[in-house]
């Protein structure tokens, strides 16, 4: 098998308007607007999370009876509800913003060096929600058969209204973070240096940035790093955007609120199936943190990248 990377059009038209810097510069430009992205969303979530206290009786009536130690237990329940997640996921729209400022005003790029191409926009998206779909569906699989997750039925939380506001949420927030890592840093990262190095330092960082979840552990960091390295080489092999957006969005979609899995450690309690991981199988089925700190991602996460390592790359007409 050829495990060489082409340099897709979108980093070759980004080499064109501005050659990039050395990688350890790289990271740091990446760390500023990362910050940058931080205190946008954090400015994005502050209207919606007093809407979501100012609707709360609970939480109000913690707030007026002056006592610490019950308005501390509100506000970690609301943190910890469904209403709270959206309002994180529906915030991913500043960072999306942010990294396109930065790169045009800054790097000098058309929004099509970050994968943002005209064509066949709809043929991409389908076919990146499918690829999702089914990538965390084997996973699913194969904690099944080997005992380590037991699917329990229709899940009693489930709100169709809610389960739409989820759809609409993730699709922000798996594009966002496709435009962060691979649409922006990938790409930066790629105009100077070789595919693979832009591969595997974009899919590092990609991991770092979840760091501070619930329940990571060495397997959660390692597949997270081989996520990064799949998405990565979707995008690079597809030539736009909107493709590894959509299978890193129905890939997140699925675990929380169609099988009823914890997301990174996330749980959220409206999804279509309940589901629950078997004790004692979290080498596989990953624990607290969810398949992706198990096996079972890990061997999906590998063949999905070697498959893709066995396609052509596609040129894109870049407008």
């Not at 396109?100 to 000098?108: H, N, P, V």
């Not at 979609?253 to 629950?276: E, H, M, P, W």
Request: aromatic residues 10%; glycine residues 10%.
């Amino acid at each position: 098998m050829d495990f060489k990377l082409t340099a897709p059009d979108t980093v070759l038209k980004a080499r064109e308007a501005r050659r990039g810097m050395n990688g350890f510069l790289e990271i740091l430009v990446f760390v500023a607007v990362f910050l940058v992205v931080a205190v946008a969303e954090s400015i994005l979530m502050v209207p919606m999370l007093w809407s979501l206290m100012s609707a709360d009786a609970g939480f109000q009536e913690a707030a007026a009876s002056g006592n610490a130690a019950r308005l501390m237990e509100a506000a970690d329940r609301l943190m910890s509800g469904d209403s709270a997640t959206l309002c994180m996921l529906f915030a991913n729209l500043a960072m999306i913003l942010v990294v396109l400022l930065f790169c045009r005003l800054i790097q000098k790029r058309r929004p099509v060096t970050l994968g943002f191409v005209r064509e066949n926009i709809a043929k991409e998206y389908l076919k990146g929600l499918g690829a999702g779909f089914l990538a965390f569906s084997g996973a699913v699989l194969l904690c099944i058969l080997t005992g380590s997750l037991k699917l329990e039925g229709i899940s009693s939380g489930f709100q169709p209204g809610i389960f739409l506001l989820f759809v609409a949420g993730f699709m922000i927030q798996g594009m966002a973070e496709e435009v962060l890592c691979r649409g922006y840093f990938l790409v930066s990262f790629g105009r100077r240096h070789s595919m693979w190095a832009a591969v595997l330092a974009n899919s590092l960082i990609f991991a770092a940035l979840h760091l501070a979840n619930s329940g990571i552990s060495v397997l959660a960091f390692i597949n997270l790093t081989l996520f990064g390295v799949f998405a990565s080489v979707y995008f690079i092999k597809t030539g736009n955007i909107w493709g590894v957006g959509a299978l890193h969005s129905i890939w997140n979609l699925a675990q929380g609120n169609i099988y009823g899995i914890r997301v990174s450690g996330i749980v959220t309690k409206c999804s279509v199936f309940a589901s629950a991981p078997v004790e004692g199988r979290s080498l596989i089925n990953g624990g607290a943190f969810g398949l992706e700190g198990g096996l079972a991602v890990t061997a999906v996460l590998l063949a999905g990248t070697l498959l893709l390592l066995r396609k052509n790359g596609k040129r894109q007409e870049l407008l």
